[in-house]
């Protein structure tokens, strides 16, 4: 104060200054003051409980009061200190004899409702250590679990469905606590948990015969919706009271950008399904002939195009069949491939191409080249097949909990304080602790430990099992090409009698156009194989380059690698990560490799390892609430 005085003066001594610094040095030692206490003797006890005074409250306890004594309004003090998250206050007035399940307010609600209705976890811990009952209905005919669902009370849903309360308990009306979430709630939980708990998403109410899906739809909670129909799984046909079909109501509003791609793709299958009026959308509503359709096009586009390549027509010819032949594939896809035939898009690619190679191999190339080339081939495409089949079909670290497992962990949690709820070390989407380098895989619906990426490729996610796997198949996936392309030249070197070598150097280009003519002169197919093996050569060289490099010298996976700047155990490690051993020893680590002893990789269940802090990477499941005063 004295130096922002003296700053903004316009006149003053040098004197002056020099005295005033030195009174701010005397200031800056004194020891900082002692808060003041507030004055709660005026108090009351209704307002001391709602304020938390506790030494208040227990003054007139022990002068006399009871603690049961409601006020005009039927409130207990127990409610008082429900609403407001009095935690110790709770705790004195239920060892005072405080009734936990008083019914009063206009709501004729029990404390754990009002506790409930805040999302005061702690609050509902204690009450319910004490015997609190939530199955008891209040004047709406609400339960604790239908209240917790209507505000959004992720933690709450799941503490008492894990304490034994049916996640499928229907209020007055029929209303269950699925249905709340699903009118009231526009965010992924609590409708994705309960569905994981078991809840029921067929259930209809009372007084309309709606089911969760109906009434997500009238809400247009495109969440829900979307969550309902591809993880619940639930029905589009089942119809209400009125005869109205969830799939009714979506058709009707087809176009909608609050349905939602996936929902619109169902819609549109169910519907087909139930129209059946020609062979056409019989065949496109069959899923196994769609798969098979999606398996076999990247086959057939692969020896088409050679086809037209290999034809004896015009290059402007050539190019313009190309066109329509990619034409005729994309319209087949939009009209029969929905967003999991899709996904599974690129490893059909994958194996159409290698089938491809073994054919071109074993009809051209095999005279051009030695036996023992061809034995190296086929070695090579062994190993391959043996880590792709191994990444692909192998359990990458799937971490499955039961039901039971996932009760006991969201009870420990919650009565450990809710603190445990944080996402760093808690999955809401498998209801898991979440072990340190796991996380959760959006595409396949599961948490992995020390995951990697999940990779189209191989259709599958890499993590903890089958990450050295995936490695493997990187690398022979490589040689492969290489060998491809080696085959390739050996063909048109010994069949064709084209010199690449001479041919190109003088002039340059016109030695590439001397080529490419006795290449399509003498045989297109082995040039478009050769081309294929070239672009897959590329990506692969850049990704086996990539992935060696994190596990070698930085020993980190990719999820860490893109997302460090997350976790705060690479934070406090400046970035780099903490479970690097070097560059060597990172390698015997990863390949779990003791050469009979000789080596000692350093084995860690990652599977069960919780002790390191993560980072926070999706919408907290436990809310924030407020200590606010409810008067």
């Known amino acids: 104060m004295y130096k922002s005085a003296c700053n903004a003066a316009t ?16 200031i800056s030692r004194e020891p900082p003051s002692v808060p003041v206490e507030p004055d709660y003797s005026g108090f009351d006890i209704v307002k001391a409980t709602q304020y938390g005074a506790i030494s208040r409250v227990k003054e007139l306890v022990e002068a006399g009061w009871d603690v049961n004594q409601p006020d005009n309004e039927t409130v207990t003090l127990l409610h008082w200190a429900a609403i407001n998250n009095r935690n110790d206050i709770i705790k004195y007035f239920l060892e005072k004899g405080a009734v936990v399940d008083a019914v009063g307010g206009e709501l004729n609600a029990t404390p754990l409702h009002w506790a409930t209705r805040q999302g005061h976890l702690k609050a509902v811990v204690i009450l319910m250590s004490a015997g609190a009952d939530p199955s008891l209905r209040d004047a709406e005919g609400c339960s604790c679990l239908h209240i917790a669902a209507q505000f959004g009370h992720t933690a709450l849903v799941a503490y008492f469905i894990a304490r034994g309360v049916n996640p499928d308990l229907q209020d007055r009306g029929g209303m269950t606590a699925l249905m ?37 739809i009238l ?40 349905i939602g791609q996936k929902v619109a793709d169902r819609v549109r299958d169910e519907f087909k399904i139930s129209q059946r009026k020609s062979l056409l959308n019989r065949l496109k509503s069959d899923r196994r002939i769609r798969w098979w359709t999606m398996a076999a096009s990247p086959f057939l586009a692969f020896y088409l195009a050679g086809l037209l390549l290999t034809a004896n027509l015009l290059f402007i010819i050539k190019f ?36 491809w190679f073994y054919v071109t191999w074993m009809v051209y190339i095999v005279d051009a080249v030695t036996s023992m080339e061809t034995i190296s081939f086929l070695f090579c495409s062994g190993g391959l097949w043996i880590c792709f089949l191994k990444s692909w079909k192998g359990d990458p670290g799937v971490i499955k909990p039961t039901q039971e497992q996932r009760f006991r962990t969201i009870i ?37 430990a020390r995951f990697d990426h999940h990779c189209p490729w191989v259709g599958n996610c890499i993590g ?13 996936l490589l040689v492969m090409c290489i060998w491809m392309l080696y085959g390739g030249v050996q063909y048109y070197k010994n069949v064709c009698n084209v010199t690449l070598s001479d041919e190109i150097l003088d002039p340059p280009i016109q030695g590439v156009w001397n080529n490419l003519n006795q290449i399509a002169n003498c045989n297109p197919w082995i ?13 692969v060289t850049v990704l086996t380059i990539c992935q060696t490099y994190q596990v070698i010298c930085l020993g980190m996976t990719t999820n860490e690698r893109m997302n460090r700047g997350r976790y705060r155990h690479f934070q406090a490690n400046h970035g780099k990560s903490p479970f690097t051993r070097g560059p060597l020893l990172n390698l015997i680590d990863f390949l779990e490799c003791s050469c009979f002893g000789v080596l000692k990789p350093q084995h860690i269940n990652w599977m069960e ?13 436990l809310r924030a609430t407020d200590n606010f005063q409810y008067v």
């Open 527 to 539: 040039g478009w194989v050769m081309g294929n093996a070239l672009l897959h050569l590329s990506w």
């Open 412 to 448: 420990e949690l919650s009565e450990r304080g809710g603190t445990g709820f944080d996402p760093s070390s808690f999955c809401s989407a498998c209801l898991v602790r979440r072990p340190v380098r796991s996380k959760h895989c959006s595409v396949c619906d599961r948490c992995v």
């Open 609 to 621: 390892y919780f002790d390191m802090e993560k980072n926070i990477e999706h919408e907290p499941l």
């Open 464 to 476: 903890l099992n089958n990450h050295k796997y995936f490695m493997g198949f990187l690398w022979c």
């Open 11 to 26: 006149t003053g001594s040098c004197s002056h200054d020099h005295h005033e610094h030195r009174h701010d040095a005397l």
């Open 320 to 355: 313009f069949l190309l066109g329509c032949l990619y034409a005729v594939f994309h319209t087949i896809g939009r009209a029969l491939f929905d967003e999991h035939l899709m996904a599974l898009l690129p490893l059909s690619v994958y194996l159409a191409t290698k089938i």
């Open 219 to 258: 809400a247009r909670n495109s969440t829900a919706i979307t969550t309902l129909v591809i993880k619940g799984k639930a029905s589009l046909a089942i119809p209400n009271l009125r005869g109205d079909t969830p799939l009714s109501w979506l058709e009707n509003q087809s176009g909608s950008i609050w």
């Open 180 to 216: 709340w979430a699903a009118w009231k709630v526009v965010a992924l939980d609590p409708v994705r948990l309960l569905l994981t708990l078991g809840a029921n998403p067929a259930l209809a109410d009372y007084t309309h015969g709606n089911t969760a899906l109906h009434w997500a």
